[in-house]
């Protein structure tokens, strides 16, 4: 059996080597630090630069994600320099080319991310809405808490928070609630069908209008859209503030002050009402008009006798 002899001093002269290249890299390291350091001090200072521009202009949002892209950014070339330096083999070609390399692996792994964080970037340029906008998107519906680079927080009206995707927010519809300062809000109210339409039209109009938190201008306007089968609807529409709160209590104030001021004008504001008319289907007598009184109208004349009337001239003819 051959043995394998170790050779100790070869060992030794191998981490002596690499003892030398290192002491002789300390100044390449010691520089790539202190350029590192320095960039990422550099990065931190334009990224507070590029917040306090933004705040000034009201996008404290904006400036927040582009103030960490930018002090990010600073700090990777930085890096790289410091590779260099260290490397100095290595060029900053072959940096670019493996990042490039390394970005698509990155870009495959975190599509999801990417996309979120880009669609939020759009959203922060664009503004469609903004922080404390009340919003509805995907089925809900609250105010903007806060736009992140993955996703936008909006707080609900019963006081939960919901985190929704940038990418679903962007690629689907968005109603914007507070994008204007009023909003017209509307209610159907049935009159009925013998009282005047007109004074109905008014007393409506008037009552609403003297409802705190209804707009003057536009001023409220009511608009006939149905003869139904027991009312003639009236459609009532006001404008109000645009904000959830102000909405929702005008709206029950409105309701409330029509419906007093109808009834104190005697307008009668009826609701459906059905009659049902029952029989026996078993009689020899069904569906013989001259004999079957359920269903048909009282009058004088040739008309059908009551089952009663039919009864008792049964019973004294026997």
Not at 46 to 74: F, M, P
Not at 259 to 277: C, F, K, R, S
Request: proline content about 4%; some cysteine.
């Amino acid at each position: 059996m051959d043995e394998v002899d170790a050779n100790v001093g070869l060992i030794f002269t191998k981490l002596d080597s690499w003892l030398d290249g290192l002491f002789r890299l300390l100044p390449n390291i010691f520089l790539a630090l202190i350029v590192a350091v320095i960039f990422w001090f550099v990065g931190r200072g334009v990224g507070k630069l590029i917040n306090r521009a933004a705040d000034q202009r009201g996008r404290d949002s904006l400036g927040e994600v582009a103030g960490s892209l930018v002090r990010w950014a600073i700090a990777v070339v930085g890096f790289m320099l410091a590779v260099t330096i260290i490397a100095p083999t290595i060029t900053p070609g072959d940096l670019i080319a493996g990042l490039g390399v390394s970005s698509v692996a990155i870009g495959f792994a975190f599509k999801d991310i990417l996309q979120n964080m880009l669609a939020g970037i759009l959203i922060l340029l664009r503004q469609p809405f903004e922080v404390g906008d009340q919003i509805v998107s995907g089925g809900h519906e609250g105010t903007v808490e806060k736009i992140e680079t993955r996703a936008t927080m909006i707080k609900t009206y019963d006081g939960r928070r919901v985190v929704i995707p940038n990418s679903d927010i962007y690629t689907d519809s968005v109603v914007v609630n507070t994008a204007f300062d009023v909003r017209r809000s509307e209610y159907d109210i049935g009159v009925g069908c013998n009282d005047d339409w007109f004074a109905a039209r008014r007393i409506i109009a008037e009552a609403c209008s003297c409802v705190d938190g209804v707009e003057e201008d536009p001023a409220p306007e009511t608009i006939p859209i149905e003869l139904g089968d027991s009312a003639n609807v009236v459609r009532l529409r006001w404008w109000t503030k645009s904000d959830r709160a102000s909405q929702i209590r005008t709206f029950g104030e409105v309701l409330q002050a029509v419906y007093i001021a109808l009834d104190e004008e005697g307008i009668d504001m009826p609701y459906p009402t059905q009659v049902h008319l029952f029989h026996d289907q078993t009689e020899e007598t069904d569906g013989n008009r001259k004999l079957q009184r359920e269903g048909w109208p009282a009058g004088k004349g040739d008309v059908p006798k009551s089952r009663t009337e039919l009864t008792g001239q049964g019973a004294e003819s026997a």
